[in-house]
């Protein structure tokens, strides 16, 4: 898979260096500069390698474009509430879409093994729960934000594991593996805004969210529809 997209990853390699470099102080003032290139340069190879006329590719694309608002929105964020909520709604629109677009993959046979999705529905219950308990004091004014988040991106990361099956095995992988690195960059993204900065947050964040868009991008790229088998009537 990375052989026919080596060009496109070497750059996206480039992109994710030089916005982990924007990290430290000396260079964060380029962040602004680098930042957006990550959600541009996607969905621009989206919109070359794949056909933009299927509905799942068109969702991806708009998720995207919201989550490029929501990084420019966060950038500019600060210790505006206000910024930051909209931020949170962008990447909130963001997972709404992208779960709209793996619920079609699972309605084009949702008679076929839901294994994985099930797995993933009790661990993403869990971890939710769980999460959302420990950082509920903390919050403050944003219980309610925050919990509406973490229930579209957990229904997000679980309809991706509802793809088994339903799609060739690379791209369910690339997507799925995707949906949790956004869970894990989300989280960590949380527990630094909402109860304790730490050092390596930046890097943590940014390392796990870029490659969570650039696995769902690939994802949607290599996508290929399992054809669900035709039942046989008996005459």
Partial sequence: MFKRHRSFSLIFLLIMILNLMVQSTFFEG?????????????????????????????????????????????????????????????????HIVYSSAFFRDFKNNPQESKYYGHLMLFLMGVFSMSYYSWIRDYLNDFKIPVLAYIFVISIMAILSAYRYRRVNLLSFR???????????SDSAL????????????????????MIAQFLITMGTIERKVVEKPQTVQKV
């Fill in 190 to 209: 949380a527990f630094r805004k909402f109860v304790e900065p730490y050092s390596f947050a930046g890097i943590l964040i940014m390392s796990t969210y």
């Fill in 174 to 184: 690339l997507i799925c593996l995707g949906a949790v690195f956004f869970v894990i």
């Fill in 30 to 94: 380029y962040s602004i500069l680098i930042k957006p290139l990550i959600c541009l340069s996607l969905a621009f190879y989206l919109y070359k390698e794949s056909n933009m006329k299927a509905g799942f590719n068109r969702l991806v694309f708009a998720g995207l474009i919201f989550s490029l608002i929501g990084d420019v929105l966060l950038l500019y964020a600060g210790s505006d509430v206000y910024l930051f909520l909209y931020g949170l709604v962008s990447f909130l629109m963001a």
